[in-house]
């Protein structure tokens, strides 16, 4: 099955600054990533994603790129705000997985002021 | 988009008692629903898939017997979390699928078992 592993598990960042967090994936059939933002206790919000056939995507401070050769995909948040404090979790769906979602372990984000 | 929503969102039993959880997709269809369970500061992992009229399919290592689905309709799935012990609190969320492959999320249920 599809295995997904997300880097770094904790990210601190200066209000401002960007932030980066990576994704590879196992199974060469994923077709649909999406990036989830989780705040405690609460449930995942998606905030983009893309799908095999773009390298890029773009919405306001957010984008995600893909490279399906190298399966790794990142999600970049740039001028960080408080309120983008959260945990951020990658996922992958296997095209014929049965819409079977796999996520990565999450990347909590503390923005500091 | 579309809406899900679990109930309930807090619960508290006793050890050794049962407790259903119910996840409804409130305006749209849903042939399979997703449950997931999440333990603090982990990630996502899926229990089973929920289908409707049929039986649910378990990911392995997590005993049908104990976590009871049933996807009665087209709107309606429960997960009942049977003899529940202090190590089944957790953090469970169901989701399902809309017209594309965006999922959307339940609100989760925080069940505490003391």
């Known amino acids: 099955g599809e295995n997904v592993e997300q880097h770094p598990s904790t990210l601190s960042v200066q209000e401002g600054d960007s932030a980066v967090i990576k994704c590879t994936y196992s199974?060469?059939?994923?077709?649909?990533f999406p990036w989830y933002k989780q705040e405690l206790g609460k449930r995942p919000q998606l905030i983009i994603d893309?799908?095999?056939?773009?390298g890029e995507k773009k919405d306001q401070r957010i984008a995600v790129t893909l490279n399906k050769t190298a399966k790794h995909f990142s999600l970049h948040i740039t001028e960080t705000q408080p309120e983008d404090s959260a945990v951020y979790f990658c996922?992958?769906?296997?095209?014929?997985?049965?819409?079977?979602?796999?996520f990565g372990g999450g990347t909590r984000v503390l923005v500091k002021p | 988009g579309a809406v899900v929503s679990q109930h309930p969102s807090r619960v508290i039993c006793k050890s050794g008692t049962s407790v259903k959880i119910e996840c409804r997709s409130l305006d749209f269809q849903a042939t399979t629903m997703f449950w997931y369970r999440q333990f603090p500061k982990q990630s996502l992992m899926l229990m089973a898939t929920s289908n409707e009229g049929s039986k649910a399919t378990y990911e392995q290592g997590v005993e049908k017997d104990k976590f009871l689905i049933n996807h009665a309709s087209l709107t309606l799935s429960t997960l009942t979390v049977t003899s529940a012990h202090p190590e089944d609190s957790s953090f469970y969320i169901c989701?399902?699928?809309?017209?594309?492959?965006?999922?959307?999320f339940g609100q989760g249920t925080r069940l505490t078992v003391v």
């Open positions: 989701s399902a699928y809309g017209t594309g492959d965006e999922a959307f």
């Open positions: 996922a992958a769906l296997p095209r014929a997985a049965g819409n079977k979602l796999t």
């Open positions: 893309i799908r095999s056939n773009v």
């Open positions: 199974d060469s059939a994923s077709n649909y």
